[in-house]
């Protein structure tokens, strides 16, 4: 989003007549990327779905998307989960409901929103054109939902769209009339009022549905004419009306409701031939419907066993399900066509993607015992944390990292049949190194890194060790594989550990054999080491859910940049590792990311409360405004602003300077 060409892609959205969909999810789209996209959308004319699930738009994206949907008039479907909304965000996005009269479908799931769903209950009593929002896994709490529910309950979203387009239809006319130099008037029997009044008798009531033929037909007529007048109305919807006007009293054996009362409890049925033709509808309709949600509940309840099971499903797959259950319920007429599988996926927004994670069947299995492991870890963890200041609270974890790490995504040509990277060897992006960092509950990255790099011999020479670059926020040592023993972890336990931190302190790490060693921690009596359950640190170790995948954001930019301005640099040597290793180490440890690292302990379950707003590496670091470096009058493009100082750094000023705080 950040380049030239995807703006002038995302610009091309807004003079596009083909496109009605669009999805960007995981696109690592932050709040200055949004931007570009929000002017599009303030005059596209085409685009009613859009999906930006799984971004960074934290709270100032979202305003800024929902200040551009405000202007919108064709988008009726937003999925905004997963993308730290947050609060104020939810405040936002409440203020966009009480301006937008287009949007039907709303996704907000996993954004955190707990207290600021006040917001979006005050907006949901005004609003009533939204019928889908997904407001999963945001912390709402009893008192959330209470309020949720209160808004609801005043809600008007079930006024009849028919009104509206009467009332434009009446407007239209008086504003002819108004207009008009000459008249001519017509009378005509249109709607029976005696209808609605109480005092009916029964007689009435239940012969009225048969009415003039004459009438009947003029208002046939009407109806004809609004071709999607049963498209206002579900199936579920027509067959309560039914049964509610059907009701038969056991003492009088008589229709329990008055046709007032009817049309109390149903405010969208305006007249007795809505009751004829939701009988003819039902007659006509009802049971192949039926047929159509049985085969439609199979297909999902299918799908939904192979993804639960971690199986591979395809449309093919879907269509056979369907064909299956259609044969077993005597629907032979359904096809289960291309353009009913697209719409069963749109339905419950399921999309093709690359599977990026293999298991064995027996891990697949275990998937319910690690939920009850996951639970049971940090149920016990909270109360051994209220032993602890958040500062003596430690997370630490290994992390692998190839010499030349490259871009997984590019810009490229549209259509293009294989899209091919360059490297700068293949030898440097199997042969790894090792980094281990350390960060507290209290939101610090804790103590110089360790770092090992990988030596044939498995240990650096005398000329080596005096050439090493020296960097006070590094120590360094090395391995055959450039992976860590139980005697590295016993240095990095000397050096890093005991230095860095209190003589208190609680350390979570992961069950890699080379930290189950006790003898390693002998020397610190008031460390107490807790292991995190085997196959469970993706959910629970805040490294793993959050910090690595920022820190390794700085490290593949700067390979990226010496690859594509070609620069004389070989980041794979062994001092420039130690010092891109340093530089990112330093840049991480700004105070700028000290709720960045909070948020890593929220997202595992270790806080109850959500850190607040917090700006990523990319927000901090590479979303950047000026134009040129700040350095010395240097009038090189730029690549980074600092995290301390707020500069913004070419790559040499920043590399080759060793921009180090």
């Known amino acids: 989003i950040m380049s030239v060409p995807r703006l002038n892609w995302v610009t091309g959205i807004g003079i596009s007549s083909s496109s009605s969909s669009s999805n960007l999810g995981r696109n690592q789209i932050s709040a200055e990327g949004i931007q570009f996209l929000a002017n599009a959308l303030e005059?596209?004319?085409?685009?009613?779905?859009?999906?930006?699930?799984?971004?960074?738009l934290g709270s100032n994206g979202i305003e800024i998307l929902a200040t551009a949907l405000q202007y919108n008039n064709t988008l009726s479907a937003l999925y905004v989960g997963r993308n730290s909304v947050g609060i104020g965000g939810a405040q936002h996005l409440a203020n966009l409901l009480n301006h937008n009269s287009k949007l039907v479908k709303l996704d907000l799931q996993s954004n955190e929103i707990s207290d600021g769903i006040q917001y979006l209950a005050d907006a949901l009593q005004n609003n009533i054109t939204l019928k889908t929002l997904n407001l999963a896994r945001n912390n709402?709490?009893?008192?959330?939902?209470?309020?949720?529910?209160?808004?609801?309950?005043?809600?008007?979203?079930?006024?009849?769209?028919?009104?509206?387009?009467?009332?434009?239809?009446?407007?239209?006319?008086?504003?002819?009339?108004?207009?008009?130099?000459?008249?001519?008037?017509?009378?005509?029997?249109?709607?029976?009022?005696?209808?609605?009044?109480?005092?009916?008798?029964?007689?009435?009531?239940?012969?009225?549905?048969?009415?003039?033929?004459?009438?009947?037909?003029?208002?046939?007529?009407?109806?004809?004419?609004?071709?999607?007048?049963?498209?206002?109305?579900?199936?579920?919807?027509?067959?309560?009306?039914?049964?509610?006007?059907?009701?038969?009293?056991?003492?009088?054996?008589?229709?329990?409701?008055?046709?007032?009362?009817?049309?109390?409890?149903?405010?969208?049925?305006?007249d007795k031939s809505y009751i004829r033709r939701f009988r003819k509808y039902i007659e006509q309709h009802g049971a192949k419907r039926n047929k159509f949600n049985e085969i439609e509940a199979h297909v999902f309840d299918m799908f939904e066993n192979a993804r639960e099971n971690y199986l591979p499903a395809h449309d093919l797959d879907l269509r056979r399900w369907a064909l299956q259950k259609a044969k077993e319920i005597s629907l032979g007429d359904f096809s289960a066509s291309a353009h009913w599988v697209l719409m069963f996926k749109?339905?419950?927004?399921?999309?093709?993607?690359?599977?990026?994670?293999?298991?064995?069947?027996?891990?697949?299995?275990?998937?319910?015992?690690?939920?009850?492991?996951?639970?049971?870890?940090?149920?016990?963890?909270?109360?051994?944390?209220?032993?602890?200041?958040?500062?003596?609270?430690?997370?630490?974890?290994?992390?692998?990292?190839?010499?030349?790490?490259?871009?997984?995504?590019?810009?490229?040509?549209?259509?293009?049949?294989?899209?091919?990277?360059?490297?700068?060897?293949?030898?440097?992006?199997?042969?790894?190194?090792?980094?281990?960092?350390?960060?507290?509950?209290?939101?610090?990255?804790?103590?110089?890194?360790?770092?090992?790099?990988?030596?044939?011999?498995?240990?650096?020479?005398?000329?080596?060790?005096?050439?090493?670059?020296?960097?006070?926020?590094?120590?360094?040592?090395?391995?055959?594989?450039?992976?860590?023993?139980?005697?590295?972890?016993?240095?990095?336990?000397?050096?890093?550990f005991l230095p860095s931190t209190p003589r208190k302190s609680l350390l979570i790490s992961d069950s890699w054999t080379g930290h189950k060693d006790p003898?390693?921690?002998?020397?610190?009596?008031?460390?107490?080491?807790?292991?995190?359950?085997?196959?469970?640190?993706?959910?629970?170790?805040?490294?793993?859910?959050?910090?690595?995948?920022?820190?390794?954001?700085?490290?593949?930019?700067?390979y990226d940049r010496v690859m594509l301005d070609q620069l004389s640099i070989s980041l794979m040597e062994r001092n420039n590792i130690i010092q891109l290793i340093s530089l990112v180490h330093s840049q991480m440890s700004a105070p700028i990311f000290q709720n960045l690292i909070r948020y890593a302990w929220y997202a595992s379950g270790y806080l109850d409360k959500h850190p607040g707003s917090f700006q990523t590496v990319k927000d901090v670091c590479f979303s950047l405004d000026g134009t040129t470096c700040q350095h010395n009058n240097c009038d090189s493009s730029p690549f980074i602003q600092c995290s301390w100082c707020r500069k913004i750094l070419c790559f040499d000023d920043f590399f080759l300077s060793y921009h180090i705080h």
Request: net charge neutral; glycine share 4%.
């Open 519 to 558: 003898n390693i921690y002998a020397k610190s009596k008031g460390c107490k080491r807790v292991e995190i359950p085997k196959n469970t640190t993706d959910q629970i170790q805040p490294l793993d859910v959050f910090y690595n995948r920022q820190m390794k954001s700085i490290i593949r930019k700067m």
């Open 346 to 496: 749109r339905r419950h927004n399921i999309v093709s993607r690359k599977v990026t994670k293999l298991v064995t069947r027996k891990t697949a299995n275990d998937s319910e015992e690690i939920v009850k492991l996951v639970d049971k870890f940090i149920d016990d963890i909270r109360g051994e944390l209220n032993n602890y200041r958040p500062e003596q609270v430690l997370n630490t974890d290994q992390v692998g990292s190839s010499k030349e790490l490259h871009s997984r995504r590019t810009l490229t040509y549209k259509g293009e049949k294989t899209t091919v990277g360059v490297i700068q060897s293949h030898n440097a992006i199997t042969h790894s190194y090792t980094i281990q960092p350390m960060i507290s509950l209290a939101g610090h990255v804790v103590g110089p890194i360790y770092l090992c790099l990988q030596e044939p011999s498995g240990r650096f020479g005398e000329r080596v060790k005096e050439n090493l670059f020296r960097a006070n926020n590094v120590i360094v040592t090395c391995s055959k594989s450039g992976k860590l023993d139980t005697t590295l972890v016993q240095c990095w336990f000397d050096h890093v």
């Open 43 to 56: 005059t596209n004319k085409t685009l009613t779905s859009l999906n930006l699930g799984g971004n960074e």
């Open 140 to 270: 709402i709490g009893d008192k959330g939902a209470y309020n949720l529910a209160n808004a609801l309950e005043y809600n008007n979203v079930q006024e009849n769209l028919a009104e509206q387009k009467l009332v434009d239809e009446l407007c239209e006319i008086i504003h002819n009339v108004v207009t008009s130099s000459s008249y001519e008037v017509e009378h005509e029997n249109t709607l029976d009022y005696d209808c609605m009044t109480d005092d009916i008798d029964q007689h009435e009531t239940e012969d009225s549905e048969n009415e003039d033929p004459t009438f009947r037909t003029n208002r046939e007529g009407y109806f004809n004419e609004q071709k999607d007048f049963l498209q206002n109305f579900t199936l579920d919807y027509m067959i309560k009306v039914i049964n509610f006007y059907d009701e038969i009293d056991d003492r009088t054996n008589k229709r329990k409701h008055t046709w007032k009362s009817v049309q109390h409890r149903f405010k969208r049925v305006l």
